[in-house]
């Protein structure tokens, strides 16, 4: 016997009410998908296995979300959620809509975020296994943090007190929150131009 090939990848678009759905089905070989849009635009991205994304030069909001692959935003401008499980994620931010609350994060690698000099924020740093870096004046609040205690010994169970590990800051006096979280890598807090 001979193995055949096989071409097809699984394609299947939507559109409904303006949104379009792409999503490609290949259980047994990767798929890349280049997909352009207009400037503006706001974008929800996926990928589960062997994948990463990439977006360049959009404005809008976006989000984006990888399992086994790193999440890369170039030259956008707007807001952003982005997650890596177990890769990196590096933004580079050129503009950035004010108001709008952000957050960056991985598990297993670096989280790298370049934003606009200008940008005012109140920010939340966390890793567990890492360095958190700034070329921003981070202004770090000297208050600790309440611990959180729950107690459900009237339930028969148990009572349980936990310490947040989290470091809070502003940047040009405050503003929308970003959050910044890793496990095993470091975070870096780019200024744009440095």
């Known amino acids: 016997m001979k ?3 096989i071409a097809t990848t699984g394609l299947t678009v939507v559109e409904e009410n303006n949104v379009i759905d792409v999503n490609a089905s290949s259980h047994s070989r990767p798929v890349d998908l280049l997909i352009q849009v207009p400037t503006r635009t706001s974008l929800k991205l996926g990928c589960v296995n062997s994948g990463d994304i990439k977006v360049e ?3 809008g909001d976006i989000e984006a979300n990888n ?3 790193s999440v890369t935003l170039t030259g956008i401008s707007g807001s952003a959620v982005a997650h890596a499980l177990n890769g990196g ?3 580079l931010f050129n503009q950035v809509m004010q108001g709008k609350t952000m957050s960056f994060s991985s598990m297993n690698g670096k989280v790298d975020v370049t934003f606009p000099e200008n940008i005012k924020a109140k920010v939340v740093m966390k890793t ?3 360095e958190i870096f700034s070329d921003f004046d981070i202004q770090l609040d ?3 943090r309440q611990p959180v205690v729950e ?4 339930q028969g169970g148990k009572y349980r007190v936990r310490v947040d590990k989290a470091v809070y800051g502003t940047i040009n006096g405050g503003g929308p929150e ?4 890793n496990f095993n890598g470091s975070i870096y807090i780019r200024k744009a131009g440095k």
Not at 151 to 154: P, T
Not at 178 to 181: A, G, N, S, V
Request: overall charge positive.
């Open 3 to 5: 193995r055949l090939q």
């Open 57 to 59: 030069r959009v404005q």
């Open 67 to 69: 399992v086994n692959g």
């Open 89 to 91: 994620v590096v933004v």
């Open 128 to 130: 567990d296994n890492g």
């Open 142 to 144: 000297p208050t600790t």
């Open 151 to 154: 107690d459900s010994r009237g």
């Open 178 to 181: 970003i959050h910044f979280t």
